[in-house]
């Protein structure tokens, strides 16, 4: 992105809570937008979020600037990220968060309507997978431009994981968590690589990896952040704004996002091709038949959300 062109795309963000200004920081750091919104029925909240990021614009390299909108105009924005709606307290699952946060988004996609022909809603709240199918419902928007962030944010805590065994930079591990941004979720063995080597002939030499012992780890992340601190932000500040600049950019990136799948009628997340029409195209990747057998069982469990 040059540094001194005018950026004129706009990102609202509904939920101006931990997430929601997490990721308006992050968008402010790597600017790609010319101007956020943030909304929140809580006011007072809302607006010292934005007096607060605002004093993050003084650097040089940012032309984004930070306002208070209302659901109105979010719904003219290029992208509205929705990260509005209850978190998980201890003990609590993602689809413990599904009565509560399904009527949230049900009146904020009411109150945002009629919807700019080309918007994108980028779905964070959670149970992201479920949430982001009845957002294609409610908006009836093109279901390529309705996404989930899905696994990505679990692939990125597998590549870390992963670094620091195999002793490489993460962005040079290429795994993917694939299926359901919860407790289904499962890790694609099989196209796990390290420089195009397979993961693992790539480790260091005496380097062993428990596959079980990771998979568990990266699942579990969240829920010993959550204990321990009450939220997570940075991770998914991150990855949110990465889907934003691959949109806004056409970047065509490969991300694991959650996105429509019409043989199993659910959304979850399989590598897709994203770009400013939102999913381009899914990535047909060629999963070993456990792997079948596992994305099976996620659309399984996300379908019975769904109909509960
Ligand atoms: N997909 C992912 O990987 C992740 C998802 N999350 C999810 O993000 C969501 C938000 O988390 P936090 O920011 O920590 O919660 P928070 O409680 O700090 O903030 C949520 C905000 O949403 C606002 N809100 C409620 N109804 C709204 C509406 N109709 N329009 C606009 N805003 C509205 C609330 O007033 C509140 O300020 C949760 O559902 C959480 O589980 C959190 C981290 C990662
Ligand atoms: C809260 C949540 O979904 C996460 O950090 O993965």
């Known amino acids: 992105m040059p540094q001194h062109s005018k950026l004129t795309s706009q990102i609202a ?6 997430v929601g200004a997490t990721i308006a920081y992050s968008l402010i750091m790597n600017p790609v937008a010319g101007e956020i919104l943030l909304v929140d029925p809580k006011e007072e909240v809302r607006d010292a979020q934005v007096q607060d ?13 930070v306002r208070s909108g209302t659901h109105k105009e979010a719904g003219q924005c290029d992208i509205v990220v929705i990260a ?20 949230i988004l ?22 992201v997978d ?65 420089g195009g080597v397979p993961l693992l002939q790539a480790l260091p030499p005496g380097v ?11 699942r579990n992340k969240a829920s010993i952040i959550i204990e321990n601190k009450g939220a997570t932000n940075y991770g998914i500040g991150g990855v949110a704004a990465s889907i934003c600049k691959s949109i806004l950019t056409d970047q065509r990136n490969v991300r694991p996002v959650s996105h429509y799948q019409k043989g199993l009628d659910v959304c979850l997340s399989i590598p897709a091709v994203l770009g400013r029409r939102g999913i ?3 990535v047909d990747v060629p999963l070993s038949d456990e792997e079948k057998g596992l994305l099976g069982k996620s659309a399984k469990a996300l379908r019975d959300v769904i109909d509960a």
Request: avoid cysteine; aromatic fraction near 6%; charged fraction near 25%.
């Open 13 to 18: 963000i509904l939920g101006a809570g931990d």
């Open 53 to 65: 990021l605002s004093d993050a614009t003084f650097h040089g390299d940012t032309s984004t600037r």
């Open 84 to 103: 509005a709606g209850a978190k998980q307290k201890k003990g609590e699952s993602r689809t413990d968060l599904i009565g509560r946060n399904k009527s």
């Open 106 to 127: 049900e009146s904020a996609i009411g109150d945002m309507k009629p919807f700019r022909q080309d918007t994108i809603l980028v779905l964070v709240a959670n149970p």
């Open 130 to 194: 479920v949430l982001t199918y009845f957002a294609q419902q409610y908006s009836g928007l093109p279901k390529a431009q309705v996404i989930g962030s899905g696994t990505f944010l679990d692939s990125a805590r597998l590549r870390g994981i992963l670094a620091s065994k195999a002793e490489v930079a993460a962005g040079s591990i290429d795994a993917y968590v694939l299926g359901e941004h919860g407790e289904t979720q499962f890790v694609a063995w099989s196209l796990a690589s390290i």
């Open 208 to 218: 062993k990896l428990d596959k079980e012992a990771v998979a568990e780890e990266t």
């Open 280 to 282: 381009v195209r899914t």
